[in-house]
């Protein structure tokens, strides 16, 4: 692709409200926007998703900087390729780390598109102009909050509505949801927050007529949720379980899940991500795009890979303003009636907002190559 140069830039973002899982409460975003650069001064840009925590996955920001610059970028200087896929080829002598390889990846894939003058969308295989929108709705302070911000997301035009849930925090909360809100496309996310020992809990929920429960138990099964399956009405979905194309086949296979949350960080880049897309578009199971409350960058990304026609489920792309005061994209991304239009120009479509970038920037390292 004819690299000249790479850029890390290290951003610091505090989020609009704090986001609550079962595992504790999110304020600022601190992570990496990759910018690479070729040689006709065309700009790929990429967004890392690991947290400041390993709570989501084994992940953090630091790990994503040790891949990134002793490993991942070493190994771009040294190979040449032609197109993102070879990519792929070029990581697996770096085993996981799949957040640092899709945030270098996501950048490749943007400047590939933007070398070939077409969208990302369209390099990706993306048919849909518009994309569906639902929203994630973090653990509130109370019911009272919980039901207001239900009301306040779905006047806004949001296609569904996701809930999250633990223990003592399920059954009651999801009665007076559905109380007040009886017929509203609804799901909840455990986080892994069960075992198989709340089978009968769990089975409970099936009464609520819920779209689906997201990863309801441990982080790194897929066995348990098979289990489950069979005792339960609501249709499974993995979320933290699947990390790669591999564990989606095996997780079909044994019917871990009938719905899977594809998110292009937690599966290693967006190549990976069209290989699930096209593998669950044949056998049937339907797929959305989830999110890591990114910024524009990461935001555009994952609204290019929705594009493509088997992301039949809203996804959780909430619109800039959502979770940021000021975006580092231009225009910010925008959700109107619960659907957001697919950019048509070259790349991701957002042009990068130079200013806002340089505010929320606290560290810079320069690669050449
Ligand atoms: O489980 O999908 C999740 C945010 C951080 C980590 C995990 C999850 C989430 C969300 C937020 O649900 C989705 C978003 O980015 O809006
Ligand atoms: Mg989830």
Redesign the pocket.
């Known amino acids: 692709q004819s690299i000249q140069k790479i850029i890390l830039h290290r951003l610091h973002m505090r989020l609009n409200n704090p986001?609550t899982?079962s595992f504790g409460t999110?304020q600022d975003k601190d992570f990496f926007i990759i910018e690479v650069i070729d040689q006709d001064g065309h700009q790929g840009f990429g967004e890392s998703a690991a947290?400041s925590a390993p709570w989501?996955t084994e992940e953090t920001v630091e790990t994503t900087l040790h891949m990134l610059r002793d490993f991942l970028i070493p190994l771009i200087q040294k190979h040449d390729f032609k197109h993102p896929q070879e990519l792929t080829k070029i990581f697996q002598a770096v085993k996981r780390n799949n957040m640092a390889k899709a945030a270098i990846e996501g950048a490749l894939w943007d400047l590939y598109a933007k070398q070939q003058n077409i969208s990302l969308a369209k390099a990706l295989g993306g048919e849909k102009e518009t994309i569906d929108v639902g929203?994630?709705i973090?653990i509130q302070p109370s019911i009272q909050k919980l039901l207001q911000s239900i009301d306040n997301a779905l006047q806004q035009g949001f296609k569904r509505i996701?809930l999250?849930i633990k223990p003592d925090q399920d059954i009651e909360l999801l009665k007076e949801v559905r109380t007040e809100f009886p017929t509203t496309p609804i799901m909840a996310?455990a986080?892994s927050a069960y075992t198989l020992d709340d089978i009968n809990l769990l089975r409970e929920l099936d009464q609520f007529n819920l779209m689906m429960i997201?990863?309801p138990l441990a982080h790194d099964d897929i066995v348990d949720h098979a289990k489950l399956q069979q005792h339960i009405q609501t249709p499974i979905c993995l979320?933290?379980s699947i990390h790669s194309f591999q564990d989606v086949k095996k997780a079909i296979e044994l019917g871990s899940c009938q719905i899977i949350?594809v998110?292009s960080s937690r599966v290693g880049g967006l190549t990976e991500s069209v290989r699930i897309h096209d593998y669950c578009k044949e056998h049937h199971i339907p797929i959305w795009c989830?999110?890591?409350?990114?910024a524009g960058i990461g935001r555009a990304h994952n609204i290019a890979l929705t594009s493509l026609a088997n992301f039949t489920l809203p996804g959780?792309?909430?619109g800039s303003s959502?979770?940021w005061q000021r975006d580092i994209i231009q225009p910010e991304v925008t959700v109107e009636n619960g659907t957001i239009q697919v950019p048509t120009k070259p790349g991701i479509g957002y042009e990068i907002d130079r200013e806002a970038l340089q505010y929320y920037t606290v560290e810079q390292q320069i690669f050449t190559l």
């Open positions: 986001f899982t999110m947290f989501y929203i994630s973090g996701k999250k996310d986080n997201e990863q979320d933290e949350n998110k989830g999110g890591m409350l990114e959780d792309t909430a959502h979770y």
